[in-house]
């Protein structure tokens, strides 16, 4: 069924809406009314061969559709629930190869070799030269505020440190760092027409991102040296990555370590200077709770998707085989059968089981640890720095049809 008290054609992943707001009033709607429900769309707008998908908003659902790889494949369409109109089904097709549309067992083959790179000791051996990135990216900030005026937010201080962060991680020279920036940006933001980018323009920034990756990966196998790289690649006996799996894995960083982590920094701190008495308490105390508040309240990927493997009941619904269904993170991170009054930013929030990671599963985010940390560090180095942060104008939203993206965020230093 499709629920009922949406206005016709209402459609969660249309890119025009995300690029307002995130539609929270129409998720509550529906987690009440019709948890799973149909969302009917135009034959192939989504770039799939068929007229809608499934939109599940539950907390419990979502978690359960994450859990059972068996009914419910990120291969067969892979897990990006719209792209462009116009992309071609080879060319989703392709994407397979990247970790996050696997499924068992060669998604099960993938990740433990992966996971080398993101050990405990491998994520804290990080942590100091972090720390120091996170006070100088402030600092710069500190100084570009001494001009007056104000600054973006975005360019200036979220985006730096996930960048940095994968650089050290794997070994990328620092001095290349713009040019990653660069090619998430124009593989992420195909949906908002203030980037212009063209098909060509999306696949060239694959290519280019796919060929230095490989590069790398190929310099490790041929030197190796005490980093993850060649953990990853030429590690013997013990299975490797191949350099085309190299390839897709760092584009898989890219994006989805730089654009959400850079996302939930950003969202993070609107929160904390639209909710003032959220901020003192952070400035106070420094909650290791914060970060976890932050990735719920903020949600970076709205939504992900599955395929049905089988005709089966979800959420009271008959789905089919082959259709596909929306995991709607937004809704869930609400769900105020979880959450005590989830609409309150509170960073002392304890437990906070939200899903802003994944619901659990094979595809739980392999990054998590290092993505609460860079949260935890650039807070702090913010609260040290620019205490007196301000608004200096609305969020310009990205216009994408999964991503909660903010382009700009304009602040002043205070007085």
Known sequence: MSCPHLPEGFDFTDPDLLRTRVPHPEFALMRKTAPVSWCAQRRGVSGFDDEGYWAVTRHADVKYVSTHPELFSSWTNTAVIRFNESIKRDQIDVQRLIMLNMDPPEHTRVRQI?????????????????????????????????????????????????????????????????????????????????????????????????????????????????????????????????????????????????????????????????????????????????????????????SFQRTATEDLVLGGQEIKKGDRVGLFYSSANNDPEVFDSPEVFDITRDPNPHLGFGGGGPHFCLGKSLAVMEINLMFNAIADALPDLRLAGDPRRLRSAWLNGIKELQVTAGA
């Open 114 to 302: 992966v996971q080398r790179g993101f050990t405990p000791r491998s994520v804290n051996s990080l942590q100091a030269a972090l720390r120091d990135r996170a006070h100088r990216i402030v600092a710069a900030a500190v100084e570009r505020s001494r001009t007056g005026g104000s600054f973006d937010f975005v360019s200036n201080i979220a985006v730096e440190l996930p960048l940095q962060a994968i650089a050290e991680l794997i070994g990328v020279p620092q001095e290349d760092r713009a040019r990653i920036f660069e090619w998430s940006n124009t593989m992420a933001s195909y949906d908002d027409p203030e980037f212009a980018i063209t098909e060509e323009a999306g696949v060239e920034a694959t290519m280019e991102f796919m060929a230095y990756s490989m590069n790398l990966a190929a310099a490790r196998k041929e030197c190796p040296a005490e980093d993850i790289v060649t953990k990853l690649v030429a590690a013997e006996g013990s299975g490797n990555l191949s350099s085309d799996e190299f390839g897709f894995f760092v584009i898989l960083l890219a994006v989805a370590g730089n654009e959400t982590t850079r996302n939930a920094i950003t969202h993070g701190m609107h929160a904390f200077l639209t909710h003032p008495e959220q901020w003192e308490l952070y400035k106070r105390e420094r909650p290791e709770t914060a970060a976890e508040e932050i990735v719920r309240w903020a949600s970076p990927i709205v």
